[in-house]
């Protein structure tokens, strides 16, 4: 008998914002997550070291994921010094919950991407793998991703409960145009960025004086 299905929401969240949260929310509440982990990375793959420091990138995280009950912060990236690859934590994860099944949450724009992840054809062997809409990143799939799309696409949350692994789910949410580039940049400005992430974590921005004059 397999327990409910737990959703992994890996990021930079440099810093985390509503675009992370409010899909992830409402791909809780449609497919019927135990719980959402937010997993930050350290050492990024894809992309150009993170503006801010990951204990402050976990610190926000941590302010983030205590306004709601079915957030849970797990560091496990942050403490392995090498590239954050999700394959590595979902191949750990899979060893410390073989009963659970796992339900790897993405934005349109990542899956667009995701050829170019580390070992990525195995990814579905050990995760469902949840889709968000993303404004600006149409689902125009490369070959790749259309060919995991017509072996593994799935219109039925149901079958996420029912195995542990191997369907794409395309989630439905409201879209959000926003992206932590952008808002670094709106802060970078000196503008009002309330409404746009948690106001915790506004306020720790605005204590640590984060994304301000930024040199790059
Ligand atoms: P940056 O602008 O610094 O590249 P980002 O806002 O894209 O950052 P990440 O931490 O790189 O945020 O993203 C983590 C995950 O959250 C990715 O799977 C990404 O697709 C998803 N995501 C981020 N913003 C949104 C959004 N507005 N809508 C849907 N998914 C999103």
């Not at 990814?123 to 993303?134: E, T, W």
């Not at 932590?180 to 309330?194: C, F, N, P, V």
Request: hydrophobic letters at 40%; glycine letters at 6%; one cysteine or more.
């Amino acid at each position: 008998m397999l327990t409910a299905p737990i959703g992994l929401l890996g990021g930079t969240f440099d810093p985390i914002h509503i675009g992370h949260l409010r899909p992830a929310i409402e791909v809780r509440d449609a497919i019927g997550l135990a719980e959402v982990r937010l997993i930050p990375n350290h050492i990024p793959p894809h992309r150009a070291n993170p503006f801010c420091s990951s204990e402050q990138r976990l610190a926000m995280v941590r302010l983030a994921a205590a306004e709601n009950r079915h957030f849970v912060v797990d560091e496990r990236e942050l403490l392995r010094d090498k590239p954050s690859y999700t394959i590595d934590t979902l191949v750990e994860l899979r060893q410390e919950l073989p009963e659970t099944p796992l339900c790897f949450l993405m934005g349109m724009d990542s899956l667009l991407g995701l050829p170019s992840w580390h070992r990525w054809q195995e990814l579905l062997g050990y995760a469902h793998l949840v889709v968000s809409v993303r404004p600006g990143w149409q689902p125009d799939y490369p070959a790749e991703v259309a060919q995991l799309l017509a072996r593994h696409h799935t219109t039925d949350a149901s079958a996420l409960h029912r195995c542990l692994a191997g369907h794409v789910w395309l989630a439905d949410n409201q879209p959000i145009d926003l992206s932590a580039t952008r808002l670094r940049a709106l802060l970078d400005a000196g503008q009002d960025a309330r409404y746009l992430l948690p106001e915790s974590v506004a306020h720790y921005i605005d204590q640590q004086g984060l994304y301000r004059t930024m040199c790059r």
